[in-house]
């Protein structure tokens, strides 16, 4: 039996995997799996799991597992080669690429489920082996905005700075554009005591799962239109500052910049934000006395809010609002984001970003450059600058300037990136597109070489929860003959490369050098190995060598250099309103998804309910457009077209539309999606574009 963590999202529910034995049934159409899953008892998840998870050992045995480097032939096709060939061939086109345009027309892409020692070795990869800056990965597409805002009001993002469990006592939770009943079942739980005292308030355009937690008196769901919740935060935070309804005594010990925001917010009393959200002024005064009068108060952001071209200001406004009400570092009380992806938390601070070095350290500061670069045995000055985030990064492919070989990790960009088609062609343009991945995914498919990895449980390594909290991933069966670890490959590549550095294929090797280069860092693990996590210690960073780690955050700082937390004044932009017959898109999860698909598009049981695209529209809209239930629908704008079935429900605004993101080629939500970009965080608009639909 093996304890270990679900693949898949940032809860990392925790699970045993059982060996089967020869006497466990098969499944009549399926091969026998080599493990059975069952939930164990963890503070995140008290032993539940979703249905990906139940489901995750499947796979294990997927039939369509790749065990052969593939390489792209003459004839168009990719075709089984040797390791040695694929490496070599890979080493010689970035040699003669990087002696023709340098470094910099290398890129590396890699992901948020990427363990932490993975995510490191490819932060140092990029740097010290290919010596370029662009690197960056699909995280950019996830938590960037989120950690931006946290950033720059707290000094440091973690994205729940409480322990998950401390949810439980609270009396009013204050949830925004998050769908958890959806994407991580088992947080629910966390949220009964809120809902035992009617004190759920859902914030989302469409009646999600988690919106209809709080029918029955369990609380309060607020419907803005798409886009306008910088607005409703605006006006919430106007009324708690007209009202004087906020902690003074916090306020002025603890943070800064009250007049300034206190200015930004004068006029944006609640019927003007009527105008804007269409949530009643009535609602909104209301809803910030709740808030305020609650004395256990929980305010939580999710994509829903941060996908969006001002989705920094958006995720400001409620860290504003919370800071207000006293709420961070208060026992029983608090300001979180919810993260995503599996390793979401932990991708970000071990330097696959453009712009950071291990341990959350900026790459232009000088003190970090030199640090990290002794751990790796280079000159700092040897060490590149920023790179691009990512859309500028895969946009620019194959154009001047613009990389001419990518090497992706960990990410399906083929589903995932905004304006989808302009990153397909984008990458159509390279000369070289290195793909390592265990299934064939749609960017695999695209690939020149496909690189064959191990999956979640076929390795040993770390992951870093929503909470901070770094666990154990640990192997329970044995790879397939033929795939390789990541590390593997960066090591045989370095050495192709004649890098410096030491290379190790051993994960607590890896880990301990990261904990090294993360000393000093805003995300501190240099008190932390596997051996010390494979104790069951509670290990939420900092933890720095000779601490106990950090469960709680700000209790009596903040991570300025003065302590406080900073008040930033933002500044709303009205929605777009659609026009004509157009219609709001608007994109989420489903139950039975996760990200872009690639995985669990594969397993029966979670696909059997919606084997395809299906969109989301209100009965009265659909009548305006002469669309019946299950009819085929076509949604399109200026960037693409998709088709789908229609799904009556009057869960949705009548000025809306609701697509998931998790499906492929022709059916992917992000043919539509834009590609404007945060000017903080550089995250792509997802969660709001305009499209026409009509009958097919
Ligand atoms: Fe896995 Fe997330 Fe489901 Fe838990 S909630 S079982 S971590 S997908």
């Given at each position: 039996m093996t304890d270990t963590h679900c693949?898949?999202?940032?809860?990392?529910c925790a699970m045993t995997l059982t060996a089967t034995t020869a006497t466990t049934p098969a499944t009549a159409d399926r091969p026998m799996l080599p493990v059975t899953v069952a939930g164990r008892d963890f503070p995140t998840n008290r032993g539940g799991l979703c249905k990906k998870g139940w489901t995750s050992a499947e796979l294990l045995a997927d039939?369509?597992?790749?065990t052969t480097p593939l390489v792209r032939g003459d004839d168009g096709e990719l075709h089984p080669a040797e390791w040695d060939a694929a490496l070599d061939l890979i080493a010689a086109h970035v040699r003669t690429i990087a002696a023709e345009d340098?470094?910099?027309a290398i890129g590396v892409f890699g992901g948020g489920g990427l363990t932490n020692e993975k995510a490191y070795q490819l932060g140092k990869f990029a740097r010290i082996?290919?010596?370029?800056?662009r690197i960056d990965y699909n995280g950019r597409f996830c938590m960037s905005s989120a950690a931006a805002a946290a950033n720059r009001s707290f000094g440091i993002d973690r994205?729940?700075?409480?322990?998950?469990?401390?949810?439980?006592?609270?009396?009013t939770v204050l949830l925004l554009g998050s769908n958890v009943g959806d994407t991580?079942?088992?947080?629910?739980s966390h949220l009964q005591g809120a809902r035992a005292r009617g004190g759920l308030i859902v914030v989302d355009p469409r009646r999600s799962s988690t919106a209809r937690l709080c029918a029955d008196g369990a609380g309060i769901h607020v419907q803005p239109v798409p886009g306008s919740d910088l607005a409703l935060l605006l006006a919430l935070t106007h009324v708690v500052i007209a009202e004087e309804l906020y902690d003074d005594g916090y306020v002025r010990q603890r943070t800064s910049g009250i007049e300034a925001l206190r200015q930004s917010v004068s006029a944006w009393w609640p019927e003007r934000a009527e105008t804007v959200t269409g949530v009643p002024a009535r609602s909104i005064r209301e809803l910030a006395r709740t808030l305020a009068r609650s004395d256990s108060t929980y305010i939580l952001t999710g994509?829903?809010?941060?996908?969006?071209?001002?989705g920094t200001d958006t995720a400001t406004a409620a860290i504003n609002l919370a800071l207000l009400l006293g709420l961070p570092g208060t026992p029983g009380c608090g300001y979180g984001t919810l993260t995503g992806q599996g390793n979401g938390q932990g991708g970000r601070e071990?330097?696959?970003?453009?712009?950071q070095l291990p341990?959350?350290?900026?790459?232009?500061d000088p003190a970090a450059r030199a640090s990290v670069a002794a751990v790796w045995g280079?000159?700092?000055?040897?060490l590149p600058g920023p790179g691009v985030p990512a859309v500028e990064l895969l946009q620019s492919?194959?154009?001047?300037?613009?990389?001419?070989a990518l090497l992706v990790h960990g990410?399906?960009?083929?589903?995932?990136?905004?304006?989808?088609q302009t990153v397909r062609e984008a990458l159509g343009r390279l000369e070289l597109l290195v793909v390592s991945d265990f299934l064939l995914s749609e960017t695999a498919r695209a690939a020149d070489i496909v690189l064959p990895v191990l999956q979640w449980a076929e390795e040993e390594g770390t992951m870093t929860n929503l909470e901070g909290r770094v666990l154990r991933r640990r192997r329970a069966v044995d790879a397939p003959a033929g795939t390789r670890s990541e590390l593997w490959i960066m090591a045989e590549l370095a050495r192709r490369l004649d890098a410096p550095g030491v290379w190790s294929l051993e994960p607590s090797e890896v880990f301990d050098e990261l904990a090294r280069a993360s000393a000093?860092?805003?995300?501190?693990?240099?008190?932390?190995s596997h051996a010390l996590l494979d104790l069951g210690i509670e290990a939420h960073w900092p933890?720095?060598?000779g601490s106990l780690g950090t469960?709680?955050?700000?209790?009596?700082?903040?991570?300025h250099a003065d302590g406080r937390a900073t008040l930033v004044a933002v500044r709303a932009r009205t929605p777009e309103p659609a026009t004509g017959d157009g219609l709001t898109l608007i994109t989420g999860r489903l139950l039975e998804q996760y990200q872009?698909?690639?995985?669990?598009?594969?397993i029966p049981e979670l696909t059997e309910k919606r084997p395809s695209l299906v969109a989301q529209l209100h009965p009265a809209t659909a009548r305006r457009h002469g669309i019946a239930e299950g009819d085929g629908i076509r949604l399109s704008n200026v960037r693409g077209e998709v088709r789908a079935r229609a799904e009556l429900t009057h869960?949705?605004?009548?000025?809306t539309v609701f697509l998931p993101?998790?499906?492929?080629?022709?059916?992917?939500?992000n043919l539509l999606?834009?590609?404007?970009?945060?000017?903080?965080?550089?995250?792509?608009?997802?969660?709001r574009a305009l499209v026409q639909v009509s009958a097919v």
């Open positions: 693949p898949y999202c940032a809860l990392q039939t369509g597992r790749l340098g470094p910099d082996a290919l010596r370029t800056s994205g729940l700075p409480f322990p998950l469990t401390d949810l439980d006592t609270a009396e991580m079942p088992p947080f629910v994509r829903g809010v941060e996908q969006h071209v001002d071990h330097g696959q970003k453009a712009d341990g959350y350290q900026s790459i232009t280079v000159d700092p000055d040897d492919a194959g154009l001047p300037g613009g990389v001419r990410s399906n960009v083929f589903v995932s990136a905004p304006n989808v000093g860092g805003r995300a501190d693990y240099s008190g932390l933890f720095p060598l469960p709680r955050l700000f209790a009596d700082r903040f991570a872009s698909g690639a995985q669990t598009r594969r869960d949705i605004r009548p000025d993101f998790h499906y492929a080629d022709a059916e992917s939500a999606t834009s590609d404007r970009v945060d000017p903080h965080s550089a995250m792509p608009e997802f969660k």
